[in-house]
């Protein structure tokens, strides 16, 4: 019998794959990104043992709002060779400045399936002129891929806000976040972990550059450069 992490899965692939059947093609936007981290940090923690990692995606988008994209990084050489997140979402203008994006994302780690996960995440985003800011929350449930050191099935918190500035001289936009994440995967000692990052990206026709400075309280801060190419 399929676990009921399983079934909501299924549930989210078929609802979605059935919203998109029923729309013409051309209704849809595909879009696809090919790129290099020096460090893989995920939440201010890094997952590639602060060495390179290599990541795509795949994105599709309809014109009602709704979306889907499967992303993938390589991670460190001591656990888990990759990571494979299918997300779908949701996103929607309740003003002309202010939007909500919900989205489930399930995170997949061959070959160390008890590190599998659903979380849900909703996020509010306000805009005016070249700035931006946003507040969300992220939950994943009670299951098999958040358990404790004791092997107790815990719910998983992780609030966060952000803000970018869009630059009017340079095709560049600075950014930065904070956030605060309580839960199984907070990496703490005693739990509770705050992580941040300051930086900017520079964006092209076709490819994108980011260097940002990215830490946290359960571990240490990293200069990380990105260079992402779209198609």
């Given at each position: 019998?399929?676990?009921?992490?399983?079934?909501?899965?299924?549930?989210?692939?078929?609802?979605?794959?059935?919203?998109?059947?029923?729309?013409?093609?051309?209704?849809?936007?595909?879009?696809?990104?090919?790129?290099?981290?020096?460090?893989?940090?995920?939440?201010?923690?890094?997952?590639?043992?602060?060495?390179?990692?290599?990541?795509?995606?795949?994105?599709?988008?309809?014109?009602?709002?709704?979306?889907?994209?499967?992303?993938?990084?390589?991670?460190?050489?001591?656990?888990?060779?990759?990571?494979?997140?299918?997300?779908?979402?949701?996103?929607?203008?309740?003003?002309?400045?202010?939007?909500?994006?919900?989205?489930?994302?399930?995170?997949?780690?061959?070959?160390?399936?008890?590190?599998?996960?659903?979380?849900?995440?909703?996020?509010?985003?306000?805009?005016?002129?070249?700035?931006?800011?946003?507040?969300?929350?992220?939950?994943?449930?009670?299951?098999?891929?958040t358990q404790n050191?004791?092997?107790?099935?815990?719910?998983?918190?992780?609030?966060?806000?952000?803000?970018?500035?869009?630059?009017?001289?340079?095709?560049?936009?600075?950014?930065?976040?904070?956030?605060?994440?309580?839960?199984?995967?907070?990496?703490?000692?005693?739990?509770?972990?705050?992580?941040?990052?300051?930086?900017?990206?520079?964006?092209?026709?076709?490819?994108?550059?980011?260097?940002?400075?990215?830490?946290?309280?359960?571990?240490?801060?990293?200069?990380?450069?990105?260079?992402?190419l779209a198609f």
């Amino acid at each position: 019998m399929r676990s009921s992490t399983s079934l909501l899965v299924g549930a989210i692939t078929c609802a979605l794959g059935a919203a998109f059947a029923a729309t013409p093609a051309n209704a849809a936007d595909w879009s696809a990104e090919v790129g290099v981290a020096s460090d893989y940090r995920y939440r201010g923690i890094s997952l590639s043992n602060r060495g390179p990692a290599v990541q795509a995606s795949l994105t599709v988008e309809q014109e009602s709002g709704a979306y889907a994209e499967l992303w993938t990084s390589s991670l460190t050489s001591g656990g888990p060779q990759a990571e494979l997140d299918a997300t779908a979402g949701y996103a929607f203008s309740i003003t002309d400045a202010v939007s909500l994006d919900v989205s489930a994302t399930y995170y997949a780690y061959p070959g160390a399936r008890d590190a599998n996960a659903i979380e849900f995440t909703g996020i509010v985003e306000a805009s005016r002129g070249p700035a931006t800011a946003s507040l969300g929350l992220s939950v994943a449930p009670p299951q098999r891929g958040t358990q404790n050191e004791l092997g107790a099935r815990k719910t998983n918190l992780y609030a966060f806000a952000g803000a970018s500035y869009k630059l009017a001289f340079l095709p560049m936009t600075l950014r930065t976040t904070l956030g605060h994440e309580n839960g199984p995967w907070d990496m703490a000692a005693r739990g509770g972990k705050w992580d941040w990052s300051l930086g900017g990206e520079a964006e092209f026709e076709h490819a994108r550059i980011g260097l940002d400075i990215i830490g946290s309280d359960a571990g240490d801060e990293s200069l990380v450069g990105t260079l992402t190419l779209a198609f």
